[in-house]
């Protein structure tokens, strides 16, 4: 049974710094698209950033490209999402999530992961 279970969310000021984890356990596949998504209020859930472990290819919505980078720890399972020069617009529940497979034609789609996380919440105040 596959599980995600983020952690590192929390408060912060405008310009600061936060890196997220995500365990990631009981995964079969060889290869697989892990993506960061993340859910502001009244909003719809959106793609952050993905990784691909195949060969590390990385993506980015063009919202957080520069700011934000996406890394995984082979040996420790576990998926990062560094993030700095935050803004009060970065606010929301960020979920890790897994797919297997190849990032290309999945993300940003939520529907392209089956595995999901339960969230962890950043919050950026101005």
């Known amino acids: 049974q596959v599980q995600l279970v983020e952690s590192g969310g929390g408060s912060v000021q405008a310009g600061g710094s936060l890196t997220l984890s995500c365990a990631v356990s009981?995964?079969?596949?060889?290869?697989?698209?892990l993506g960061w998504f993340r859910q502001a209020p009244g909003k719809g859930r959106e793609g952050v950033a993905a990784?691909?472990?195949?060969?590390?290819?990385?993506h980015y919505a063009d919202s957080v490209k520069g700011r934000f980078t996406i890394s995984q720890d082979n040996a420790k399972n576990t998926l990062y999402l560094q993030m700095s020069s935050l803004k009060p617009e970065d606010t929301a529940i960020y979920y890790c999530?897994?797919?297997?497979?190849?990032?290309?034609?999945?993300?940003?789609?939520?529907?392209?992961?089956?595995?999901w996380g339960q969230g962890t919440q950043v919050t950026v105040s101005s």
């Open positions: 009981g995964f079969t596949a060889r290869r697989y698209c």
């Open positions: 999530a897994a797919g297997e497979g190849s990032c290309t034609g999945r993300w940003p789609r939520t529907t392209g992961f089956n595995n």
């Open positions: 990784i691909y472990t195949g060969f590390i290819s990385t």
